[in-house]
């Protein structure tokens, strides 16, 4: 297993919401995720769809393992989300983040979501601050604290 | 209970997932919304802190009573958020929505997200179609379908 | 000369700020555009470099052509950007606007920034309000009110 | 004159871009800006209306005003902004930049646009990353490139 491997593994075992939305890990590398999830009856809004904060969460969690794929303690700033088409309970969703750039202290991603046509569900862009922190270190000292 | 009430009351009795996220409605109006959670275990990320995702979720949740708080069907086109600060287990989030511009079409709402606190934790906003659905009339609609 | 190549002539010879900018139209059809200018001594910012709003405005002016180019009057509702990375004098920027989403109300654009060493500058969404107005009477009204 | 004028009348000695759009500065602290401008014929789209660029580049003025003022060099990540009405020519725009939250290396700010009329034109919000670079170095390197 190589090192994005592990830290999103890392990163899965100790993420309880991403656990709670069922997200698998298809593919990781440093700068890039793909996951994918199932839409469950828990996770509608007022209007019987699927809520917005449900797309957004999955999308989220894959721009954290792409950015933080890369070894450095990477901390979301912000993001913003479009929703070009609605999701519907049972949908099969997979987000896919890519690297838009990367520098020493910032580093941009941008994520598809698409579901099982493919059609694009939701498009977001979300902005890291990168820490000196390294993952190596940090994981030891969540394993201290227990 | 005026109208914004008996909607948002429909809207969380059929709202799973913010039945999840456990929020509490704490005034509506139309154009208006202030509701309230507390941040479980079950909703942290891979570092143990709360999940991006929860935060825009109730910021959502905010958005959409508010919107659909004028009696018209309301659908999310987009949405952005900042995190200007961290969420912990056990804090008490309030998020605040109030509506910067209404026009025939469209709608354009901020919200607020603080701790307990009063620390800002979050910023979002976001912009809603409105369609030409009666929200009664599709209330109606949903109760014919189960 | 197509419908959209036709709507986005009109436009440009109306737009004096798209003018001011210097920019040149290369590539255009419906939902897609892509235009290019050269940034000059005149459009920095404080620090010497090019201002933030010249970059967004090139993305915008692309956004526009690629949404009008339907022949549907559409306007602006929100846009985001990120900067990866700084833009100088002399530089030459090209914006490529692709359509992400298209409903009969509303329609989604991402614009791609590059410099001349393929760099990418900026990544820009937006979204839009389709109107029913259709372009060739919009034009018509305009001659009429000179 | 204190520090924050001081810088802000540095940039704005060197910003040609807000020279060219006639910003004027209102008010500028450590943290906030308000600053105003007129909008001229040459200034507006191919709908004889303000060009979206323009609303966009008065708040990213004000969004660096603000930031910078606090003395450390600060460079803008990404930005958004919503339209709720539009701008005409003659209009007079305000933008007033408020800081929403400040760290060691990053800060948010909001800078709202009114017109003449006291109406809210546009809503924007942005990020910064703070370097280390001291606003006076920077001042004193510029002038030796010169």
Redesign the interface.
């Known amino acids: 297993m190589d090192q994005s491997s592990k830290i999103v593994a890392?990163?899965?075992?100790?993420?309880?919401?991403?656990q709670?939305l069922g997200i698998e890990v298809q593919e990781v590398r440093a700068g890039y995720a793909r996951i994918s999830m199932k839409v469950r009856?828990?996770?509608?809004?007022?209007?019987?769809v699927c809520?917005?904060?449900?797309t957004?969460?999955?999308a989220?969690?894959a721009f954290?393992f792409a950015s933080?794929g890369h070894g450095r303690?990477s901390?979301?700033?912000?993001?913003?989300?479009?929703?070009?088409?609605?999701v519907h309970v049972d949908d099969t969703l997979t987000a896919e983040a890519v690297e838009?750039?990367i520098?020493n202290?910032?580093g941009?991603y941008?994520v598809t979501i698409t579901n099982q046509d493919d059609t694009?569900v939701g498009?977001f862009?979300g902005?890291v601050?990168r820490t000196q922190k390294d993952f190596e270190e940090?994981i030891a000292k969540?394993g201290e604290k227990k």
Chains 1, 2, 3, 4 share one sequence.
């Open positions: 890392h990163m899965m075992e100790h993420d309880a919401f991403s709670w009856r828990e996770m509608v809004n007022g209007f019987l809520h917005g904060g449900i957004f969460s999955l989220d969690s954290a933080n303690l901390l979301a700033l912000e993001a913003n989300i479009s929703y070009p088409a609605p838009l750039s520098g202290r910032t941009v941008q694009t498009v862009r902005t601050y940090e969540q």
